[in-house]
């Protein structure tokens, strides 16, 4: 990413800032919080990720001369831009404070992922960014964790760079390593972030050599100890040349087409019979959760390569997470529309755990009196300060992507059974969790609705 | 985008392009073609996109130090790094030749969007990208186009960024206003690339404020002639405040929630009575061109803001486009694995046209006999020459976004009427356009098959 993203923003966030500048209001103290309304179909429970990506856009969100001067050359803003608000959005900082879910956090439908206390300019500024981020990054994060799941210890691999946009794919990558997946085919995540890299051939290398035979010898001088695909011409065939012509340096053979749950088993038979058991089994080719139960079942394999279906979460291909308006001026807000209910004050997500698992969260307000949730884990934590990440979430703080793994792996096993479950693909939202708004929000409301029906 | 993408790559194309250089053949001649091997479901046609962004990228293509350092970080690459290697990376460039569909373009299934002619390392190594970037870019203006031909003439509006990946938010708005649309929410893209952006205020600016009398007001000081946000609390009272309090300064008004058919109606009813006809009914929340034929039939509006749906492409999440070695030293190769057979040598997409309309594609070999062709199209086209684009594709040439957008528009309306339909959503694959291998293909493919049986 480049040093700033100021203009990867929808132009509305720039005409309100730009009108709430103008009548002197941008410096009003705004509470706005990031959450899903209503967890996709096919989605049990949510993996948060992208946190640290916004974390840093926040600290270097400025406008540039030459984005300046791009946003005057808009019709529809130019008549906003005159010197004093040319003059403001040069000297423009996020200064806010962020509270958030840490990444690989599990959360539900209803409770901040996020929540930003900031000047009403600088919070409504940032909307857009933060949306895209969190939205791209935990869907593909919650969807990795049911390919983690249904592979019951089985070893996941990212494959889906060439299916999605080149840029989101390289958090495509992110996402699922935080969620559990072993390792990614994309070279630039494991620059940018350290995933570790996985790759060997592909059919066009097979087709480029004389025969399969030759292809695989070639490909032993260079890289002893290797990962053969065998389908380019006949998967059994495949399997037997790889290990005639290779041998010991055979570490796994990859299936990617055909009926894979039988030509996993006569691999598998294939390679007792000539003493391989050392031998992995790679399956892949538009694999999702629900092929991977199938092929658990009626298959035999060890690893996974996922790709289209995680990198576009083909079952559930956007997350809704909304980002609203909770208080302004310490006065709290919410939206009364029909269906579209918000919750208005400052929230705090309050996990109750019974027997080691999730039992219940309680959507609470920052200051609910304590004794009601005295054994509860809040969720949301302090990430950033006057607009600079803190602690943990400092720029090379401890708040690595391992962390992050080892936290989503955690919440995963504390899962209760039916919100762990992959469940048959359904076009259905359903719930298997109890978000609860406490009593306190309760009042909360009705109090706002009362003062707003007047 | 940064100076070179070398890193964003799947690994296994740096393990064959090592394997090929290790045993010197990086430097054999190489055909590769990228199709579409069957549309995807609710698509009966695409609109080609992305080809600027790949040939940049062909262009731009080299490993700095810092990447090859990275390189030799990955443990299933160390190996190869050798110096001879490393000094073939840093020397390394995208010198070939490419033939493709110029972007805006038209295409079924089966047809080269674009063929690379290169040496075999150079072919390799750009498969990923070039797969990532076309795949998503004529994804998104596949989709785009189907709801431009669903509105018939009324307004389409980009409102997307903030359901996808942030960055790849930016070319949906490309792809989006080649195949059509009028404009976009999102700033870069204007900056980027000089698509008209839109957008005046969120249900936070309405919120913000005391009341949506005093938004409206103040908004209007700032931006007189603007849009107006009509549904946070009453969608009718508030078509009849932004009237009352802004009067001739209401040019538009968007409606984003409730029952867009009656509501629009409603609205419309309200806006004679008042005599203003002139302003105009924008509708948003969750459309796609299914969504607006309902719309249409049972409501009445002149612009449609379209968002998640087109963004993430929804009813069709993915484009399975893949890149295949066609030929290899001048050998035509061909995959024949069941249902997945591709076509041997280099091919041109030949365009049948009949009363102005397309009436079917042969997909021939580049150098058919003439004489069966005479009246058709060739539809792909030299756009680099050795690494460097020519022509209209250089650089600053002739072939800008307006160019592909016209191009689109002309291709839309040659379509058959039942390829240009919307159609029911469907989980089916089906085929509205015949395209047909030609005489000479079909005998090559044969031969090839009887010398593979050899």
Redesign the interface.
């Given at each position: 990413?480049?040093s700033s993203?100021a203009?990867?923003?929808?132009?509305?966030?720039?005409?309100?800032l730009?009108?709430?500048f103008?009548?002197s209001?941008a410096h009003?103290r705004?509470t706005?919080e990031l959450f899903v309304r209503r967890l996709p179909k096919n989605r049990r429970f949510l993996v948060v990720a992208g946190l640290q990506q916004v974390l840093r856009y926040l600290e270097e969100l400025r406008f540039s001369d030459a984005?300046i001067e791009?946003?005057r050359?808009?019709?529809?803003l130019k008549?906003?831009m005159t010197p004093s608000f040319v003059e403001y959005l040069r000297g423009f900082r996020f200064r806010g404070d962020v509270w958030a879910m840490p990444e690989g956090s599990i959360a539900f439908e209803n409770e901040p992922l996020l929540r930003v206390d900031a000047d009403?300019g600088e919070a409504?500024m940032v909307?857009?960014?933060l949306?895209?981020?969190i939205?791209?990054q935990t869907m593909i994060a919650s969807k990795a964790a049911r390919v983690v799941l249904a592979l019951k210890g089985r070893t996941a691999l990212e494959?889906g760079?060439?299916?999605?946009?080149?840029?989101?794919?390289?958090?495509v990558a992110r996402a699922a390593w935080i969620a559990g997946f072993e390792a990614t085919?994309?070279?630039?995540a494991?620059?940018a972030f350290g995933v570790?890299?996985?790759?060997?051939?592909?059919?066009?290398?097979i087709?480029?050599a004389d025969d399969e035979r030759s292809a695989f010898t070639?490909?032993a001088?260079?890289?002893?100890r290797s990962s053969y695909l065998v389908?380019?011409?006949d998967t059994l065939r495949g399997v037997q040349t790889a290990l005639d012509t290779v041998g010991d340096d055979v570490t796994a053979v990859r299936l990617d087409?055909?009926d894979l749950a039988t030509l996993t088993k006569q691999t598998r038979a294939l390679l007792k019979e000539r003493g391989r058991q050392d031998v992995q089994i790679v399956v892949s080719s538009d694999l999702d959760e629900y092929e991977i139960e199938r092929l658990i079942a009626d298959g035999d394999f060890d690893a996974a390569g996922v790709g289209?279906?995680l990198?576009?979460?083909?079952d559930a291909?956007?997350?809704?997470?909304v980002?609203?308006?909770t208080a302004?001026d310490e006065r709290p807000?919410a939206?009364?529309?029909?269906g579209?209910v918000t919750y208005p004050g400052a929230h705090q997500v309050y996990r109750v755990f019974r027997d080691g698992r999730f039992a219940l969260d309680w959507l609470g307000l920052t200051r609910e009196p304590s004794y009601d949730f005295v054994d509860t884990t809040p969720l949301l934590v302090e990430t950033m300060k006057g607009g600079r990440a803190i602690g943990a979430y400092e720029h090379g703080g401890t708040e690595t992507l391992a962390v992050m793994r080892a936290r989503c792996r955690e919440g995963l096993a504390a899962l209760p059974d039916e919100v762990r479950a992959i469940g048959g693909r359904t076009d259905r939202h359903e719930r298997f969790y109890e978000v609860k708004p406490s009593p306190a929000l309760l009042r909360l409301l009705e109090q706002v609705r009362a003062e707003r029906a007047h």
């Open positions: 990413m480049t993203h203009l990867h923003t929808d132009l509305y966030q720039l005409t309100m730009a009108a709430y103008h009548h209001e009003r705004a706005c984005q791009a946003l050359q808009i019709p529809g008549k906003a009403l409504q909307e857009t960014f949306l895209s981020t939205n791209h494959f760079t060439r299916r999605t946009h080149p840029l989101a794919a390289v958090d085919s994309n070279v630039e494991f620059d570790p890299a996985r790759g060997t051939m592909a059919h066009m290398y087709m480029a070639k490909y001088k260079v890289f002893p389908d380019t011409y087409s055909g289209t279906r990198a576009t979460s083909d291909p956007s997350l809704g997470g980002y609203k308006l302004i807000v939206k009364l529309a029909e579209k």
